[in-house]
């Protein structure tokens, strides 16, 4: 695992109709390896891979379609020797994910399901625990204090950690994800709150953490930038304070941009010495 001063870049690749950023783009499997490799390529560690979209406005996606969708690109990654990440809550869908060799596994939804815990425990793949106010399902907007979230993030991975170690998965497998902009709250002082705490949280839980804030709906509101394509200076800003702050894997749309940023901030942090 990486330590915070040099998070690993953990590039997003949306396969899917509807996702808030860029839902459509990357659909055709060419497109999406296309899109992948430039990730590689502007610094990205490990290439995650969505196939359905978690966002409020979101359509189901079956599992069969998911893995459709998933397959070609995993193998094309896998043969460039590319880190892989598979995002998705669906039980089926990462079974079929850990036989096709996904060294890491995201659930939005923390991995609340025990059935898939004997599969979960006989693999080797990091686990993404994500915490969200949602519970299970997709994104919706919750209005909850900052106070309040915070509370509830320390309790789900109070509760969740132990049950997963339970299940025989082991501790160093586990990465932990507070959560951002709307798998929080809609109010943005919310996000903001968990990102000043990140430290906080390594200090409790003694896991990595990643912080995925690229293009999220609390840095809309926070600079009145609708349109997703013009969140890049506030996602790097943002980005920035979680990797001095505690992030060991930082999960973004554009990791060239991220990468010469933490260049440059380093090389001053050097020049001042």
């Not at 490990?46 to 998911?66: M, Y």
């Not at 705490?197 to 990643?210: E, H, R, S, V």
Request: hydrophobic share 45%; glycine share 8%; proline share 6%.
């Amino acid at each position: 695992m990486s330590s915070s001063a040099h998070p690993r870049l953990v590039g997003i690749v949306n396969i899917t109709e509807d996702s808030f950023s860029d839902g459509g783009r990357y659909l055709d499997p060419a497109a999406a390896l296309v899109q992948a490799r430039q990730l590689v390529a502007g610094g990205a560690d490990i290439v995650e891979l969505g196939a359905a979209a978690s966002n409020v406005a979101a359509k189901a996606v079956t599992t069969e379609e998911e893995i459709r969708r998933l397959d070609p690109i995993i193998a094309a990654l896998k043969s460039d020797g590319v880190p892989v990440s598979i995002d998705t809550f669906q039980p089926e869908t990462q079974r079929f994910a850990l036989t096709r060799g996904a060294e890491y596994l995201n659930d939005i939804q923390g991995f609340p399901d025990p059935a898939i815990y004997p599969d979960l425990a006989a693999a080797s793949c990091h686990l993404i625990v994500m915490h969200a106010v949602q519970g299970r399902g997709r994104a919706r907007s919750v209005d909850l204090s900052p106070d309040e979230v915070w509370r509830r993030v320390e309790s789900f991975f109070a509760e969740r950690i132990p049950r997963l170690e339970r299940a025989g998965i082991a501790r160093e497998r586990l990465i932990l994800d507070p959560g951002m902009g709307l798998f929080l709250s809609s109010r943005p002082e919310a996000s903001l709150r968990v990102l000043a705490g990140l430290q906080q949280l390594k200090k409790a839980f003694g896991l990595p953490m990643l912080v995925s804030v690229s293009r999220k709906s609390f840095l809309a509101r926070l600079t009145g930038h609708q349109n997703p394509a013009e969140l890049g200076p506030a996602t790097l800003a943002a980005e920035l304070y979680a990797a001095r702050h505690g992030a060991d894997f930082i999960r973004t749309h554009d990791p060239a941009a991220f990468r010469d940023a933490l260049i440059v901030t380093r090389a001053l942090a050097d020049a001042g010495r």
